[in-house]
């Protein structure tokens, strides 16, 4: 009988978590090795026994998770390392990638889907979201642009990711700005850390303080 996928999970949304760990433990040929939902939890798990793959979460609260991809492809050489996060621009892509990611999908895939892709994950393969996949294509298609004094994080926010951070300044938690909003929770969350990326922050309070810095509310 073929040893179950050890499965070890870093990752710090709660209800994610709980969905991604139902897959592997409802799952025959997979078991859950361990799992971790910051940082320092995360590599302190690498000091055990080294899992088939690893799912990592990039924003985490304490620090980037690609610090934790970087250890595990040291510690783990053998393990094979998929990142699942909402970040999807261009810069987290090539980061996670060259520090040892093999692949790197979205949350918006279904948990069901997230099993047969740690699957293929486990049996060499590597896979890559769409758009995913599009953004690492066009790296390789183009130079990257230019910076000038005005490419700012605050610049780039879209409209609703404005509205979000208004929100966030005025209090407002992300279960009550998903009702406000009329969105899932999974999604104000992706805008959330979005505004973090481009704020260059890692925290509410940060995010509260460069938005009054900077004019935006």
């Known amino acids: 009988m073929q040893t179950p996928i050890a499965v070890a999970?870093?990752?710090?949304?709660?209800?994610?978590?709980?969905?991604?760990?139902?897959?592997?433990?409802d799952?025959?040929?997979m078991h859950l090795a361990g799992h971790a939902a910051t940082l320092a939890d995360g590599l302190a798990m690498l000091a055990g026994p080294a899992a088939d793959v690893l799912l990592?979460?990039?924003g985490l609260p304490d620090g980037s998770g690609i610090a934790v991809i970087r250890a595990a492809a040291q510690r783990w050489p053998g393990c094979n390392i998929m990142v699942s996060t909402n970040?999807?621009?261009?810069?987290?892509?090539?980061?996670?990638?060259?520090?040892?990611?093999?692949g790197y999908l979205l949350k918006d895939?279904?948990?069901a889907r997230m099993g047969d892709e740690i699957r293929s994950?486990?049996?060499g393969g590597?896979?890559?979201?769409?758009i995913i996949a599009r953004q690492v294509l066009a790296r390789f298609r183009s130079p990257a642009p230019a910076v000038t004094a005005t490419d700012d994080g605050a610049s780039q926010l879209s409209q609703r990711e404005k509205e979000v951070l208004d929100y966030i300044t005025k209090g407002f938690t992300v279960p009550e700005i998903a009702g406000l909003m009329q969105l899932s929770h999974f999604t104000v969350r992706t805008f959330v850390r979005r505004i973090y990326s481009k704020l260059k922050v890692t925290s509410k309070a940060e995010a509260i303080y460069e938005a009054r810095n900077q004019g935006l509310v």
Do not use: C, K, N, Y
């Open 9 to 25: 999970i870093v990752e710090d949304d709660p209800d994610f978590s709980s969905a991604l760990r139902q897959v592997v433990l």
């Open 27 to 29: 799952a025959p040929d």
């Open 56 to 58: 990592v979460d990039l």
């Open 87 to 102: 970040f999807g621009d261009e810069t987290h892509v090539m980061r996670s990638i060259e520090a040892g990611a093999a």
């Open 109 to 111: 895939s279904s948990p």
């Open 121 to 123: 994950l486990a049996s």
């Open 126 to 130: 590597s896979p890559i979201s769409p």
